[in-house]
Each structure stands twice: as structure tokens, then as C-alpha cells.
């Protein structure tokens, strides 16, 4: 496995590679945010480890370019900035998981293998057959889901949404991506397709009673889970 570990302090990259290391995995340090970000561009990671607060260019920078460029490379944040609103932006940014300085070392190692062990690309998402995320599992295989002991019939299109959001679960997903996921990067239909097919998901699985999972973001996309 290849990680990038961009951090502008020594002090912390030193030890944490060589941790690292011993885990078996290989790493790649970048001391500064435009090297960082030409490096996960080029490179082909498996795992970025960011500082949010870099010289020239910002860890969120880093992230939204990825991420604007369809690259869903999981990224773990490593920063000071421990707010709520800091981390909802970081979550916003495209950013996977968030680890507030200082940190215990098991901590971030546990954290790294848990990013490691999801799917990250369209491709890879697609070919898992059972998802869960809270009280709903997906079965794409089959086409259903079940909820609460009782069993949701999905269309195709249905089914391929949802399989999107419960692979990232908790990350905004901008329509733009979900548009590319659904349709492809070809011709691509109205806003109102989209929020009509989030719609009728709705209605299957958010039964009277229970507790919504596909959440509006104002004017970028869906959050996906128990909020």
C-alpha cells in the first residue's frame, strides 16, 4: 500500500513514517502543499494523510482538487483545528476521516486501516454484493433491501443510488458526481431527474417512523447516514 503524508512538520513526519513503515506500508513525505498536491495528482496512493494548515497550498485545497477531478483517493485530515465547523468543512472538502493533534499513534494507525479497507472508486463500489449502514442492508445482487424486518424492492437505477451513498456514508456527494456515477460522463439529464430519483429512494427505505437517511446539502448534493 502507498500513502502520501503531507505535513509541513518534521518533528511529526519523521516518526510517523517510520510507524508507518513498520505497518508495511510505503510512504511518500511532501513538506508543503503545491508539492503535496502535484505528488497525489501523479502518484498512484492508496491512502493520503493531510495537514490541513500547509505553506502554498492548504490540506482542503488539496482535497477539493482531487476531488474535482473524480479522484476519490481516501483522504485522512490530520490537523489542529478541532471545531465542529472545521470538521463538518473538511467532511464538505471530500475529506474521509479527521484526526484532531495530537493523536495517539494506535489511534491514527487503526483509522488508516479502516480508510485501507473501503472501496474508493466507482468500480470498486460496485462490485461489493451486501452493504449495511445502520438498520439497512443492501442486498445489489438481488435488487432489494430491508429495513426494520421488512424487504424493499429497487429498481436498477434504485439500487445503483443507493449502493453509492451506503459506500460513503457520512460524506457529502456532490450532484455532479452522482450524475457521473448514474449516467455517465455522456449526456446527462436535468436537475429535476436527479431530485425526482432521490425522491422515490426516499420513499422506500424512510418509512413513517424511521429516522432519514439521505440528506438535502443545500445546493452541492446528499449526505448519506444517521445524522
Not at 38 to 53: F, K, P, R, T, V
Not at 73 to 92: E, I, M, N, Q, Y
Not at 137 to 163: H, P
Amino acid at each position: 500500500m502507498q500513502i502520501l503524508l503531507v505535513d509541513d512538520e518534521p518533528e511529526l513526519t519523521s516518526p510517523l513514517s517510520r510507524a508507518l513503515n513498520r505497518e508495511g506500508y510505503n510512504v511518500d513525505v511532501a513538506d508543503n502543499g503545491e508539492m503535496g498536491c502535484q505528488m497525489a495528482i501523479q502518484g498512484n496512493y492508496d491512502l493520503l494523510i493531510l495537514d490541513w494548515m500547509l505553506p502554498q497550498k492548504t490540506g482542503l485545497e488539496i482535497c477539493q482538487k482531487l476531488r474535482s477531478r473524480h479522484d476519490y483517493t481516501p483522504v485522512l485530515f490530520l490537523t489542529a483545528k478541532d471545531t465542529v465547523d472545521d470538521r463538518v468543512a473538511g467532511l464538505d472538502g471530500g475529506a474521509d476521516d479527521y484526526l484532531v493533534k495530537p493523536f495517539e499513534l494506535r489511534e491514527l494507525l487503526a483509522r488508516v486501516r479502516a480508510l485501507l479497507r473501503r472501496p474508493h472508486t466507482i468500480e470498486a463500489a460496485t462490485t461489493q454484493q451486501n452493504l449495511q449502514v445502520g438498520d439497512l442492508e443492501l442486498d445489489t445482487e438481488n435488487q432489494v433491501a430491508y429495513r426494520s424486518g421488512q424487504i424493499i424492492n429497487l429498481s436498477e437505477k434504485e439500487c445503483k443510488l443507493l449502493a453509492y451513498f451506503m459506500n460513503y456514508p457520512g460524506q457529502l456527494l456532490t450532484h455532479q458526481q452522482i450524475y457521473e456515477y448514474l449516467w455517465g460522463e455522456g449526456e446527462q439529464p436535468s436537475s429535476n431527474v436527479l431530485a425526482a430519483q432521490v425522491r422515490l429512494l426516499r420513499r422506500k427505505i424512510e418509512a413513517t417512523g424511521e429516522s432519514p437517511l439521505i440528506h438535502t446539502v443545500y445546493r452541492k448534493g446528499y449526505r448519506f447516514g444517521e445524522l
